[in-house]
């Protein structure tokens, strides 16, 4: 079993960068693919970004460019940079680990793009 926590989320105007953390405990986050998704109220959850086991990445079109995932062992956790933020991306951000069938969430992160 595997416990994910988000954190880094907050308030931020437009242009700006937050960097969010999912942090694993009870596993190394190592051995997981590890996505972020966001969801808008209302909404179902999107995919934003995702990095493999071997570190390969993908983004949504929508973020590419301006996103940036990566691991930080040390740390066991995975981030999620954030530059040139946008209103549109104001959501809940969380983080989901998958190995195999096995498929952990956390509790997410809101993450607020306002003037």
């Known amino acids: 079993q595997v416990q994910l926590g988000e954190s880094g989320g907050g308030l931020v105007q437009p242009g700006g960068s937050l960097r969010l953390s999912c942090a694993a405990t009870?596993?190394?986050?190592?051995?997981?693919?590890v996505e972020w998704y966001r969801q808008y109220p209302e909404k179902q959850r999107e995919l934003v970004a995702r990095i493999t086991v071997g570190g390969s990445t993908f983004y949504v079109g929508s973020v590419k460019g301006r996103f940036t995932i990566s691991r930080d062992n040390a740390k066991n956790a995975v981030l999620l940079q954030m530059n040139s933020l946008k209103p549109e991306d104001t959501a809940v951000y969380y983080c989901?680990?998958?190995?195999?069938?096995?498929?952990?969430w956390g509790q997410g992160t809101h993450v607020t793009v306002s003037s």
């Open positions: 989901k680990a998958t190995l195999g069938n096995y498929q952990f």
């Open positions: 009870g596993s190394m986050i190592s051995v997981f693919s």
